[in-house]
């Protein structure tokens, strides 16, 4: 009996060591960094981006970066967004950002109220 409770304590623990990413079978992942810029190349703080199978939106910081692990081979659907500029869907995956760079996202003023 012990051993019965010992292989469903191992099988709990097993399930809840996951990343999250959903249809993702390889659970290796990458940090890709960003940052998001205006049109005048100017960084933007507090921009939302909500990747696709993460359970909350991430938001630069004051200098408009931005951080965000990755299914080293998938890709993921991102929207990013911030009051007075249009929208942007972007993919990431690991080719996304140039090596050893990161991730230049500019977005472009609304154009009015």
Known sequence: MKIIRF?????????QVSTG???NDNNETI????????????PLAGVA????G????IYTDLDGNFSVQLPKGGKLHATIST??????????NA???PKGKA???????????
């Open 21 to 23: 990413f959903a249809g």
């Open 31 to 42: 940090n890709l960094q960003g940052v998001v810029l205006d049109e005048s190349g100017e």
């Open 95 to 97: 080719h996304t950002a």
């Open 83 to 92: 009051i007075s500029y249009k929208e942007k869907e972007i993919e990431l």
């Open 49 to 52: 981006i909500r990747v696709q």
């Open 54 to 57: 993460y359970p909350s939106t």
């Open 103 to 113: 991730l230049e996202v500019t977005l472009e003023p609304n154009g009015g109220f």
């Open 7 to 15: 292989f469903v304590l191992l099988a709990i623990i097993g399930s």
